[in-house]
């Protein structure tokens, strides 16, 4: 018959080394090491032996062995539950069980080989820190208060997950964020239940308002000056444990296509960046259904040179213009996510040279017409215009609709699917939040950081605490 494990702990650490012995039944990698100081007092030391650091833990034995005093031992934080005992072992303390004690000594050895901290690989940029987040989240947090040295910078830790039981962290700077947004976000970080917290995605996935909108509504970033700039803006950001991508919320659609190098380049280039990558996103979304809409529906639309130039190309093609063109888009979203999978040093390579091969192959075969090759590849360009891979990704799921649209309907087709998707991102909000804001509702700060930036000479900290809020 089983023994039952006891809730407290026990002053005899031979009662306390047989319920642990049940707790972690099976588990090889548990080390359970006892010692005796002398004839009447035993120390059990509990660990894995992994995730502690052993030049540490000698020395500790050591100096105990040599003193033979336990006194050295007490000077660590205790707890008398034994859940959290078993928490602590797990996450790579070193529990200390000294006879006579009716609590357990928990000792950070924690020491595991982590990532060094490197340039952010999805979010590069040319002027501005190089270094990004890594999956130790004590070095992240050393990061960001590198940067915002002051003590209404809040961390508040969190834990989620009933079998990895993960670590999280919520950051806010207390005199900045809303509160009504602060309440919020943690009434929505209570209400987690899962089993498995993994990554910063299993969070994003559980606390975003819209589930199923194809638009992120939760920016995730790899860059800690991104993440103090968004503090410093009144944001809310999470941390996990075990993942190099931080959280920011609220989320608007305009951070989406901002840059991290935007606040360290002349405000006149740019503003002129992002406008050109608003007009890359309409371009990347539209393109291809309102070609099919003009060439199949409204060809009077088109002047009559570039017409005549397009029948011509057409001539012998099998297929009509909406067949043409969602086949070479299914064709290059193919290229593009095998180029991802491939390894880094001939993924980029079969990408690019899949398409060129592939897209002359089908001209010279007469499957496809020529204009078609250059309105995909015009296309995906634009795609790669967007600083974020999330934002990127509802743009290039509504082409397809879109063409569909397009192709059968004609413009009024692609308009009618404009109207809906516009309808969707006024109504749509991030933690109450409208996603369009400041242009739908129309707020007072639309030109300071929003489509342009105004030169930060012109910009001046705001005094009153309301006017510091997110604009």
């Known amino acids: 018959m089983e023994t039952s494990i006891p809730i407290e702990v026990d002053e005899s650490v ?5 319920a642990l012995l049940q707790i972690f039944q099976n588990c090889a990698d548990i080390v359970f090491r006892p010692l005796k100081l002398n004839d009447h007092l035993e120390i059990l030391l509990v660990y894995i032996e992994e995730l502690t650091d052993s030049s540490k833990l000698e020395q500790i034995i050591s100096a105990c062995m040599i003193s033979r005093d336990s006194t050295r031992l007490t000077q660590y ?15 790579g303390c070193t529990a200390i069980f000294i006879d006579g004690k009716p609590c357990a000594y928990l000792a950070d050895l924690t020491s595991f080989n982590q990532r060094a901290i490197n340039e952010p690989s999805n979010e590069a940029a040319i002027r501005g820190p190089r270094e990004g987040f890594t999956e130790d989240l004590k070095t992240n947090l050393s990061m960001i208060r590198r940067k915002i040295s002051h003590p209404n ?24 964020v809303k509160p009504e947004l602060l309440q919020e976000v943690k009434k929505r970080i209570h209400a987690i239940k899962t089993n498995q917290l993994m990554d910063s995605s ?20 790899e860059r800690p000056d991104t993440v103090s700039a968004s503090l410093l803006a009144g944001r809310v950001a999470i941390i996990v444990d075990g993942s190099p991508n931080a959280l920011l919320l609220p989320m608007s659609f305009w951070a989406g296509l901002q840059a991290a190098e935007d606040h360290y380049e002349r405000f006149i280039y740019v503003s002129a960046i992002r406008v050109l990558r608003l007009l890359l996103a309409v371009l990347s979304c539209l393109l291809p259904s309102i070609y099919v809409a003009l060439t199949s529906f409204h060809p009077q639309m088109i002047p009559l040179n570039l017409m005549l130039s397009i029948s011509a190309s057409r001539e012998g093609i099998p297929f009509p213009t909406v067949v043409e063109t969602l086949l070479m888009e299914l064709m290059f979203e193919g290229l593009r996510e095998a180029g991802l999978r491939l390894p880094r040093a001939i993924g980029s390579a079969v990408s690019i040279v899949g398409a060129l091969v592939i897209g002359e192959a089908a001209v010279q075969a ?29 743009f290039r799921l509504l082409r397809f609709p879109l063409l569909i649209l397009g192709g059968f309907l004609g413009l009024y087709g692609v308009a009618i699917g404009v109207m809906f998707i516009m309808i969707h991102l006024v109504t749509l909000k991030s933690f ?40």
């Open 153 to 176: 910078l809040k961390i508040e830790k969190h834990q989620a997950g009933e079998l990895t039981n993960t670590e999280f962290v919520l950051a806010y700077i207390e005199d900045r």
């Open 202 to 221: 299993y969070i994003e996935e559980l606390i975003e308002d819209k589930t199923l909108s194809l638009f992120p509504q939760i920016q995730n970033t």
């Open 77 to 91: 934080d205790s707890v008398t539950h034994f859940a959290a005992v078993v928490a602590k072992v797990l996450k």
């Open 432 to 471: 109450g939040m409208p996603y369009l804001k400041p242009v739908a509702p129309i707020g007072k700060n639309i030109w300071k950081d929003t489509i342009v930036r105004m030169n930060k000479r012109f910009v001046t900290e705001p005094q009153k605490n309301e006017e510091n809020k997110l604009n």
């Open 14 to 18: 031979k009662l306390n080394h047989d």
């Open 366 to 394: 007469g499957f496809i017409s020529a204009p078609i090759v250059m309105i995909v590849a015009g296309t995906g360009i634009a795609s790669f215009a967007f600083p974020s891979y999330s934002v990127a990704l509802p």
